[in-house]
């Protein structure tokens, strides 16, 4: 009998590792066919700027197409489930952002755990938000801004790329550090958003540099102050609404993520491709125009910002009283 049970658990244990092989080959010759890169946003935004400038080198370094797929709606949660439930071969990726942070509090019941559930592979860029408003509103200042919101109570409208995005967030944050109210009016995107604000449709924005930073130097917005807690190359003469909000700082991050058990050198493959694009120096000069920074590192080190941010939003939602179904 001790015998017998023996034998089944050396089989048992063959067979587990012949099972094993396919996948670790697999992922030794890592990557054979195109590859999916899944945004939880709609086209026209930062992320969808900002996947194009990565995944066009990325895929020549890879040696394989990187198909760039929109999957918007429910705050990225749609797309993020969908790759959850991919096969984890490194084959289907996730764009990751903020959202994917807030969302852990935002949300009362998700089908997920984004940070069970999602791998990280490589961070990608850190993005300030420009609070920028509309030339038809009387103020050049956050101060300004802040005493005329304080003596219009509920009279400006705030524009953000969706409940629960980084830009309604950080508005969130604005107006609990400063004592304000103001109307928030979520749109599906940051281009819908956009289209409102040069209308003059809503007075403000929380909006990221790559779909701001034009409208800003054209003169189609008025640009109060930056996110960051430091100026902007890009714009180095605007202040940061730190200076006027003691520290006050809100800036939206990307990276890339896989589904959950993805073979160790199938991310190692994607880091440290992914970390050598962004140190050329060209994608490194488009960052900068765009008034983004690189972010690069370990999938340790976006593992770290994830669970930073995470407990960060989630005071934020908790004082302003979001929550989705």
């Known amino acids: 009998m001790l015998q017998s049970r023996r034998h089944l658990l050396r089989l048992a244990a063959t067979t587990a590792a012949l099972a094993c092989l396919p ?12 590859i999916k890169w899944m945004l939880g946003y709609t086209a026209g935004g930062t992320t969808d700027i900002l996947s194009r400038i990565v995944t066009q080198p990325l895929s020549e370094r890879l040696g394989q197409p990187i198909i760039i797929e929109t999957k ?19 084959y289907t990726l996730l764009f990751v952002g ?65 409940v629960g995005s980084t830009p309604h967030l950080a508005g969130e944050l604005f107006k609990m550090m400063a004592g304000i109210d103001i109307q928030h009016i979520p749109y599906r995107g940051a281009a819908p958003a956009m289209t409102d604000m040069l209308a003059g449709q809503v007075q403000l924005y929380f ?6 930073i034009d409208h800003i130097k054209a003169g189609r917005l008025r640009a109060l102050g930056v996110t960051t807690s430091e100026r902007l190359e890009a714009l180095p003469d605007l202040p940061t609404i730190a200076e006027t909000v003691k520290d006050f700082e809100a800036s939206a991050w990307y990276g890339i993520g ?15 491709e992914t970390n050598a694009v962004l140190a050329d120096a060209k994608l490194k000069t488009r960052f900068d125009d765009l008034g983004a920074i690189t972010i690069g590192g370990t ?27």
């Open 23 to 34: 996948r670790f080959a697999a992922a030794q010759d890592y990557p054979t066919r195109p």
């Open 98 to 162: 903020a959202p994917n942070a807030i969302n852990a509090s935002l949300y009362a019941k998700l089908n997920f755990n984004f940070i069970r559930d999602i791998a990280p592979v490589a961070g990608i860029a850190r993005v300030p938000a420009v609070l920028v408003v509309h030339p038809a509103v009387p103020v050049k200042s956050a101060a300004e801004l802040i005493a005329y919101a304080k003596a219009n109570p509920s009279k400006l409208n705030m524009a953000s790329s969706g």
């Open 72 to 90: 918007p709606g429910a705050g990225t949660n749609i797309a993020t489930e969908t790759v959850v439930r991919a096969e984890p071969d490194g």
């Open 258 to 272: 896989a589904p959950k058990d993805t073979p160790a050198a199938v991310i190692e493959r994607l880091n440290r």
């Open 207 to 212: 909006a990221t540099t790559p779909v701001s």
């Open 299 to 325: 999938p340790a080190a976006l593992g770290r910002l994830v669970a930073d941010e995470t407990e960060k939003w989630a005071k934020v939602v908790k004082f302003a009283g979001l929550k989705q179904e």
